[in-house]
Antibody, heavy 121, light 108 residues
Framework: QITLKESGPTQLKSTQTLTLTCTFSGFSFDISGVGVGWIRQPPGKSLELLGIIYWDDVKRYSPPLNNRLAITRDSSKNQVVLTMANVAPVDTATYYC?????????????WGQGILVTVSS | SYVVTQPPSVSVAPGETARLTCGGDNISSDSVHWYQQKPGRAPVLVIYFDTDRPSGIPERFSGSNSGNTATLTISRVEAGDEADYYCQLWDSGRDHQVFGPGTKVTVL
């Protein structure tokens, strides 16, 4: 059974760096086609895919946020870390990590519970 | 950038069929995935690669993709189907995946 869980700060101030950790179980990056994605959802709004890291360490980022994001993994700890620099109140959202299948048009078949991050000015 | 459209809301009576659309230029050339999200919960994948259904998802959920419109069909709608539904597809212009704005399904 695949599970994922997000952890990290729930409150930040503008210009700070957000670091979130996704701890997963039930799969590994040894399997071709596997990835972990980060998605966010501002209150009352739609979903936004931030990026995905794949089994071969390829990373795909949202073009508008590419210069602020970094996704890394620690396979020994079954963790994936999202770093977002220079946050602002518009970055207030629930952040999810999810198990991704297939490269290219990946689908996200198992999601974490999400963590609400609030950014104040 | 690629423009994805979904109707903001759809209302349907129990037992009827709901058809949720996801529009985009030549969307049939992309693979579309669909997610269901209930209030306060994480999204759940209900359809992937246009028509495939994950294990555990009822057969009442089906998908299609043709021309400029992908469709999620929910047959014999139940009260528990009330949720927001999002489509996801590949924006080849930006080499990234995007979500539609979502459709809120209300069961009357």
């Amino acid at each position: 059974q695949i599970t994922l869980k997000e952890s990290g700060p729930t409150q930040l101030k503008s210009t700070q760096t957000l670091t979130l950790t996704c701890t997963f179980s039930g799969f590994s990056f040894d399997i071709s086609g596997v990835g972990v994605g980060w998605i966010r959802q501002p209150p009352g709004k739609s979903l936004e895919l931030l990026g995905i890291i794949y089994w071969d360490d390829v990373k795909r980022y949202s073009p508008p946020l590419n210069n602020r994001l970094a996704i890394t993994r620690d396979s020994s700890k079954n963790q994936v870390v999202l770093t977002m620099a220079n946050v602002a109140p518009v970055d207030t959202a629930t952040y999810y990590c999810a198990h991704a299948e297939a490269s290219g048009p990946s689908f996200l078949d198992v999601w974490g519970q999400g963590i609400l991050v609030t950014v104040s000015s | 950038s690629y423009v994805v459209t979904q109707p903001p809301s759809v209302s349907v009576a129990p037992g009827e069929t709901a058809r949720l659309t996801c529009g985009g230029d030549n969307i049939s050339s992309d693979s579309v995935h669909w997610y269901q999200q209930k209030p306060g919960r994480a999204p759940v994948l209900v359809i992937y690669f246009d028509t495939d259904r994950p294990s555990g998802i009822p057969e009442r959920f089906s998908g299609s993709n043709s021309g400029n419109t992908a469709t999620l069909t929910i047959s014999r709608v139940e009260a528990g189907d009330e949720a927001d539904y999002y489509c996801q597809l590949w924006d080849s212009g930006r080499d990234h995946q995007v979500f539609g704005p979502g459709t809120k399904v209300t069961v009357l």
